[in-house]
């Protein structure tokens, strides 16, 4: 079982502050995805990254795929509390299997 | 609205029963995921079906099975359930096929309590 943690677990925020969200891996992923869910709702894909390095913006949100494509990041600018929920990033596998990591519960306070 | 219908939303049963959760993809999509998530935590990956066929299998329990029809709609059936069952259950669909996993769009879930 491929094993994905993120940290931090939970994070608590001032609106207008930046944060970054970490999810590692010892595992190799022909690519990585970031999901955003929210109470009462199923996950909400937000990005997909596939190569080593590569790095995705999405308006205030930066993901990036680490180089050997075990790590990614999201860094969120001037955070908002329309950016609160549960982060989730998830792997894929050769075998065509999409793994998630333990999330990330994000909460912007105005 | 994800195109992902799930049944029930919410479900209340006693320990040692049996129930079946029902998941209709989007349409055009052939391929079907199940996912446990347990105190608003992660997805635990339970079983993946690509147009009637299983796929691939993850953490999922002997008590539970799961199978997808002719029409692509899936059930998931949990039998002698515990307490420890009690979590929410996704389906999710996907248009990609047995190359990649592509996007995943996720249903609203159902709620299992198991008292």
Redesign the interface.
């Known amino acids: 079982?491929q094993l994905?943690e993120?940290s931090p677990q939970f994070l608590s925020i001032q609106e207008g502050e930046n944060l970054t969200v970490y999810c590692n891996s010892s595992s190799v992923f022909?690519?990585l995805?970031w999901?955003r869910q929210e109470p009462?709702?199923?996950?909400?894909?937000l990005v997909?990254v596939v190569t080593g390095g590569e790095v995705k913006k999405l308006k205030r949100l930066t993901f990036q795929f680490g180089d050997a494509r075990k790590d990614s990041s999201l860094h969120i600018t001037a955070a908002q509390p329309g950016d609160t929920g549960?982060y989730?990033c998830?792997g894929?596998t050769g075998?065509?299997?999409?793994?998630?990591?333990?999330?990330t519960?994000l909460t912007v306070i105005p | 609205d994800?195109g992902?219908t799930q049944t029930p939303k919410h479900l209340i049963t006693a320990t040692g029963q049996r129930v079946t959760l029902r998941c209709s993809p989007r349409s055009g999509d052939l391929s079907v995921?199940w996912?446990q998530q347990s105190l608003?935590?992660?997805?635990?990956?339970l079983i993946?079906y690509y147009n009637g066929e299983e796929?691939?299998k993850?953490?999922i329990l002997e008590r539970f099975s799961a199978q997808q029809f002719p029409d692509l709609h899936s059930e998931l059936n949990l039998s002698s359930l515990e307490l420890g069952d009690s979590a929410l259950y996704?389906c999710?669909s996907s248009v990609r096929s047995?190359?990649?996993?592509g996007?995943?769009f996720?249903?609203?879930?159902s709620r299992l309590t198991v008292l």
């Open positions: 079982t994905l993120q022909s690519s995805q999901y009462g709702e199923g996950p909400v894909l997909t549960l989730l998830a894929e075998a065509n299997n999409l793994f998630f990591g333990t999330g519960r | 994800s992902v995921y996912y608003d935590q992660g997805l635990q990956f993946q796929r691939a993850g953490n996704f999710a047995r190359l990649n996993t996007e995943l996720f249903g609203e879930g």
